[in-house]
C-alpha cells in the first residue's frame, strides 16, 4: 500500500495504491491523515485518486470514514475519483458512496473543486 | 445437527402488514399473469420456485431465538427472544403437555429483545419440565427475575412451575453441556455481550449476535478470526450498513453484512448466516441486502467460497 501526493493550487490530489485490509490499516491511516491537516474551508481541498486502490476491507473504509469526518468537521471537502469497478462495488454494498462524492476522473473533480487547480493540471 | 431459526429481526420484533400483503399479493398476481395456474400444484409451484423470496414468503418479525437439534430428547436454544414463544408451542405440539422436557438456553446478553419471549414460553409454566439458561452475565437470574416482577408483567417468577437454572460461563473456556463442546466468546456490545461456538461430530457451529467488530483493531479481528475458524456456520449480527457502524451508529453494538463476509472469508468458515435484521426494513430490503452480501463474497473470493444465507422465522439449515 502506497500513499503519495500532488498539488495544484488549492487542491491536493492523493493517491492510494495496493490493498488495504485489517493489516494495513493503521499504517494507511498514518500515511493519509498528515495530508488531511490544511484540509479546511478557504485553505485546501483533497481529492482521492482511487485508480490504483485494488481492494479496501472495512478497516480501509473505516479510515476513509475517520478522514471524511474530520474534513467535514473542519468544512472542508474531501472527495474520492476514479474507483476500479471491484471498489465502487464494495463502496456501494457498504453505502459509502452516500459517504463521499465520487467522480469519474482526477480532471472532473478539478474542475467541480477549483478552476485555478484544473487549469494547473493541464500544465496552464 | 440441524440448526432452526424461530426469531432472527433485531431490537424489536415487528410484524408485517396489511399493506405489505397486499403489495405482495400485486406483485404475485402480476408476475403469474398470463400463465397456465389451473391446479393448485402448478400454484404452488409457481409461489416456490418463480416468486422472489420477499414476495412468496417473509423473513418474520420475532426476535433472537435459534434452536440447535443435535438429535437428542433435550432441546438447546440460543436467546430467548420471542421466537421462543413459538419455538415452545412447536414443542408442546408435538409432545404434548405432560411430556417432561429439558431445555439448554445460551443467552447472547440481557437486553430485552433477546428475554423478552421468555414470559410467554409455555413450558416455563408446566411443572416436570427443567429450563438451564447459560450466559456469561453475573445478574442473569435477577433480569429474568425483573422482566417478570409487578407492574411488568402479571406473573411472578416465583410462580413458575419449571425447576429453572442459572449457570455463569466464563468467556473463553471451554464446557461440555447438553452434547455440546460450548465455548463462549466476550464480545463488543453495550453491557457486554457472548457469542458462542459450538462443537459436535466435528461440526461447528457459531452463534454471534449484537456484536460490534472494530476492524481496524487488528488483535481483535485476530481473535474473532479465531473463534469463527473453519465453522460450519456462522449466525451472524448484520443490522447496519459498514458506513453506517462506522459513523453515525458506531458504538450502537452491531456490525455489517461487510464484516460478516471478511471475518468468515479470513476463518475460512463454510456459510454465513447474517441475522439479527434491522426492524425497519421490508422483506425486499432484507432480500436486497442478501443479493449485495452475494455479490460482495463473489467479487472478494479467494481460494475459499464462502456459503451466504439470510435468516428468516422458519429458515431450518442442515450442517
Known amino acids: 500500500m502506497q500513499v503519495t501526493a500532488v498539488r495544484y493550487a488549492d487542491v491536493l490530489v492523493v493517491a492510494v495504491k495496493g490493498r488495504i485490509d485489517y493489516m494495513n490499516a493503521e499504517e494507511f491511516k498514518a500515511a493519509l491523515l498528515p495530508y488531511l491537516g490544511n484540509c479546511s474551508a478557504g485553505r485546501d481541498q483533497v481529492v482521492l485518486d482511487l485508480s490504483s486502490l485494488e481492494y479496501v476491507s472495512s478497516a480501509g473504509l473505516r479510515v476513509l470514514m475517520i478522514a471524511a469526518k474530520e474534513v467535514r468537521a473542519a468544512k472542508g471537502r474531501l472527495v474520492a475519483v476514479s474507483l476500479q469497478p471491484v471498489v465502487r462495488e464494495i463502496f456501494e454494498i457498504s453505502r459509502f458512496t452516500l459517504v463521499f462524492d465520487l467522480f469519474d476522473s482526477v480532471q472532473d473533480a478539478l474542475r467541480a473543486l477549483s478552476p485555478r487547480a484544473a487549469a494547473m493540471s493541464h500544465g496552464g | ?100 422436557c429439558t431445555f439448554h438456553v445460551f443467552i447472547s446478553h440481557l437486553h430485552w429483545d433477546h428475554i423478552m419471549g421468555f414470559p410467554f414460553f409455555p413450558h416455563a409454566y408446566i411443572p416436570g419440565n427443567r429450563i438451564v439458561i447459560y450466559g456469561g452475565h453475573a445478574g442473569m437470574e435477577e433480569a429474568f427475575r425483573r422482566q417478570h416482577a409487578a407492574p411488568c408483567f402479571p406473573v411472578d417468577f416465583s410462580r413458575l412451575s419449571a425447576k429453572i437454572e442459572f449457570v455463569q460461563l466464563a468467556p473463553g473456556r471451554r464446557v461440555r453441556h447438553a452434547g455440546l463442546d460450548i465455548t463462549p466468546k466476550l464480545q463488543l456490545h453495550s453491557g457486554d455481550s457472548y457469542g458462542y461456538r459450538f462443537e459436535c461430530g466435528g461440526k461447528a457451529i457459531v452463534y454471534s449476535t449484537d456484536s460490534e467488530h472494530k476492524t481496524d483493531d487488528a488483535t481483535a479481528t485476530r481473535d474473532v478470526v479465531e473463534f469463527f475458524r473453519n465453522a460450519d456456520l456462522v449466525i451472524f449480527d448484520a443490522m447496519y450498513s459498514l458506513a453506517d457502524t462506522v459513523s453515525v451508529k458506531e458504538d450502537w453494538g452491531h456490525s455489517s453484512n461487510v464484516v460478516g463476509v471478511e471475518l468468515c472469508q479470513l476463518a475460512r468458515a463454510r456459510h454465513l448466516c447474517l441475522y439479527h435484521h434491522e426492524p425497519v426494513h421490508s422483506d425486499l430490503k432484507i432480500a436486497s441486502v442478501l443479493q449485495e452480501t452475494l455479490r460482495l463474497e463473489e467479487i472478494t473470493r479467494g481460494d475459499h467460497t464462502l456459503r451466504i444465507s439470510s435468516a428468516y422465522d422458519g429458515l431450518e439449515i442442515a450442517v
Open chain 2, 1 to 100: 445437527m440441524r440448526v432452526r431459526f424461530w426469531g432472527t429481526r433485531g431490537s424489536l420484533p415487528v410484524s408485517i402488514t396489511a399493506e405489505d400483503i397486499k403489495g405482495k399479493i400485486v406483485e404475485a398476481l402480476l408476475a403469474a399473469a398470463g400463465r397456465n395456474l389451473s391446479s393448485r400444484a402448478d400454484v404452488e409451484s409457481f409461489v416456490e420456485r418463480d416468486l422472489p423470496f420477499a414476495i412468496s414468503h417473509t423473513y418474520g418479525g420475532n426476535s433472537s431465538c435459534v434452536e440447535l437439534d443435535i438429535g437428542t430428547e433435550d432441546h438447546v436454544l440460543c436467546d430467548l427472544g420471542t421466537g421462543a414463544r413459538s419455538f415452545g408451542l412447536n414443542v408442546l405440539a408435538r409432545k404434548g403437555l405432560r411430556t417432561p
